[in-house]
Nanobody, 122 residues
């Protein structure tokens, strides 16, 4: 059962940018943690970034630091992952998730989006 709605994936060339969106129909709560994960073919799901819904407290994987940012828009009930200077290594299915614990572990999240494909060509 898909609980979050994602959009914004696509295909870009190396160095391009994409912005992924993640919305929760039931709305996010102040205590929620918004997490972003990705999974490439043949690889396990890995942590990308997280942010507290109500505060600008963030954490990023080393592989995306300086290139990705995460933000929230309360009025739109939406979280965003802005991805700049994309590399082929960023190619994966990206998932947003919501949890109640400030954690980089996927199992700590209880609501997940359907995933959106990001493809970066060299």
């Amino acid at each position: 059962q898909v609980q979050l709605i994602e959009s914004g994936g696509g295909s870009v060339q190396t160095g391009g940018s994409l912005r992924l969106s993640c919305s929760r129909p039931g709305r996010f709560f102040s205590s929620h943690i918004i997490g972003w994960f990705r999974q490439a073919p043949g690889k396990e799901r890995e942590f990308v970034a997280l942010r507290r819904w109500s505060r600008d407290s963030t954490n990023f994987a080393d592989s995306v630091k300086g290139r990705f940012t995460i933000s929230t828009d309360r009025a739109k009930n939406t979280a965003y992952l802005q991805m700049n200077n994309l590399k082929p290594e960023d190619t994966a299915v990206y998932y947003c998730a919501v949890g109640s614990t400030y954690s980089t572990i996927s199992s700590d999240y209880f609501n997940w989006g359907q995933g959106t494909q990001v493809t970066v060509s060299s």
